[in-house]
C-alpha cells in the first residue's frame, strides 16, 4: 500500500483485504482522500471517496 506522492510503501500486509482494511482506515483520519485498488495490472476494481471535495463544496 502506498499513498499518493510518497516513494515507499506504507507496510506490508499477509493479504490484500488486510490491506485495503488499513488503507480505508487512514483514509478516513486524512479526509479528503481516496482509496484505489487496482488488478496488479493497472485497471482499477475498486474505488472509495471519504470526506467532502473542497471543488464540489464550492460548486465548481
Given at each position: 500500500?502506498?499513498?499518493?506522492?510518497?516513494?515507499?510503501?506504507?507496510?506490508?500486509?499477509?493479504?490484500?483485504e488486510?490491506?485495503?482494511?488499513?488503507?480505508?482506515?487512514?483514509?478516513?483520519?486524512?479526509?479528503?482522500?481516496?482509496?484505489?485498488?487496482?488488478?496488479?495490472?493497472?485497471t482499477?476494481?475498486?474505488?472509495?471517496?471519504?470526506?467532502?471535495?473542497?471543488?464540489?463544496?464550492?460548486?465548481?
Open positions: 500500500m502506498t499513498k499518493e506522492g510518497e516513494d515507499h510503501p506504507r507496510g506490508e500486509f499477509s493479504s490484500r488486510e490491506a485495503i482494511a488499513e488503507a480505508v482506515r487512514l483514509a478516513g483520519s486524512d479526509e479528503p482522500a481516496k482509496v484505489t485498488v487496482d488488478n496488479g495490472d493497472g482499477i476494481s475498486e474505488e472509495w471517496l471519504f470526506g467532502s471535495d473542497a471543488v464540489t463544496e464550492l460548486g465548481a
